[in-house]
């Protein structure tokens, strides 16, 4: 499997499945989920409500996966996964690599070749760059998957420094 770090938008990525830093309403909001939410058009929204009203009404657990169409976007589904929000008082690092694990069983599954993920809880959940990066890496390169091409696309320069120093 090839690793590739980038600086840019996730949202303009040519690859089979993009990765939805998502809140577990998947309704949209901020930050990666809003950029997919408002590049990829209302085909997104429309599933995530279906997903809601059918299968998770309590919206989607923290470390689990689920796959929409891509809408507008070059990929051909968004898979959403919920991280974790950072806690210095308890340690959630497993429910952070689950959100990659869980995503990459998915991707496999819909017979993705190649994905891109966010830096996972990396911002507005509050996991330190330099952690979320060694858990994300550690957890792509452990994975038992037949995906060809992993791609991180950071928005952040010290998130994108910090993917760096992981890879390497």
């Known amino acids: 499997m090839a690793i590739r770090i980038l600086s840019g938008d996730i949202t303009e990525q040519r690859v089979d499945a993009i990765v939805n830093a998502a809140n577990s309403s998947l309704m949209g909001g901020g930050g990666v989920d809003?950029?997919?939410?408002?590049?990829?058009?209302p085909a997104i929204l429309a599933e995530c409500q279906d997903l809601r009203r059918f299968q998770y009404g309590k919206g989607l657990p923290t470390g689990q996966a689920v796959a929409t169409t891509a809408g507008r976007l070059e990929a051909r589904w968004v898979i959403h996964t919920v991280g974790p929000v950072y806690s210095q008082e308890e340690d959630r690092s497993e429910l952070l690599a689950?959100?990659?694990?869980?995503s990459l069983t998915l991707a496999d599954r819909l017979?993705?070749?190649?994905?891109?993920?966010?830096?996972v809880s990396a911002g507005v959940?509050?996991?330190?760059?330099?952690?979320?990066?060694?858990?994300?890496?550690a957890t792509v390169r452990g994975a038992a998957t037949g995906i060809a091409e992993v791609?991180?696309?950071l928005f952040n320069?010290?998130?994108l420094?910090?993917?760096?120093?992981?890879v390497r």
Do not use: K, L, N
């Open 34 to 41: 809003g950029a997919i939410h408002r590049a990829g058009g």
């Open 98 to 102: 689950s959100c990659y694990r869980e």
């Open 111 to 119: 017979g993705a070749r190649s994905i891109a993920f966010p830096a």
């Open 125 to 137: 959940f509050g996991w330190p760059a330099e952690s979320a990066a060694q858990i994300a890496v």
């Open 151 to 153: 791609r991180f696309v």
């Open 157 to 159: 320069a010290d998130v």
């Open 161 to 166: 420094a910090a993917f760096q120093r992981a």
